[in-house]
């Protein structure tokens, strides 16, 4: 929250009134969000990426299909979005999860950018929560 002291001029020769007046804005920032990117790899078999954005991305199993054909194919796609302690989460638990079943798989997060920010479109964010 910021408080930010409005003070008006002080200089008597001006026509305004010389009080300062202190009003409170209340402004709120939205936490930043960050994407959960997962890599491409040549080694990681393709259900094995599919179950793993099924068990820590809470897709259904044609969503994580299509996902994982998109980070097959382009090398690298965002597969949640989410406030940073979750996301940080999220990649601790793909690298974790995959590294205990001996695959390469690689998963990174990244600062969202706004073009505007504080632009309010809550029906546009995606799902923060944990499935
Ligand atoms: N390229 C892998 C293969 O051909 C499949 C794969 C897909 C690996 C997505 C990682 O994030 C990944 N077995």
């Not at 804005?25 to 990681?44: G, I």
């Amino acid at each position: 929250m910021l408080l930010q002291p409005l003070i008006m001029s002080d200089n008597p020769d001006d026509e305004s009134d010389s009080s300062v007046i202190t009003r409170t804005r209340t402004k709120t920032k939205r936490p930043p969000l960050y994407k959960v990117l997962l890599l491409n790899d040549d080694y990681t078999p393709m259900e094995f990426v599919v179950h793993v954005l099924e068990r820590f991305f809470g897709m259904t199993h044609a969503q994580a299909f299509e996902i994982m054909l998109t980070v097959h194919k382009k090398g690298i796609a965002v597969v949640g979005v989410f406030s940073h302690e979750i996301a940080e989460t999220k990649v601790m638990q793909v690298i974790d999860f995959a590294r205990r079943h001996q695959h390469p798989l690689q998963c990174t997060m990244e600062k969202e950018d706004w073009a505007a920010p504080n632009v309010a479109a809550p029906d546009l964010w995606l799902p923060r929560t944990d499935p």
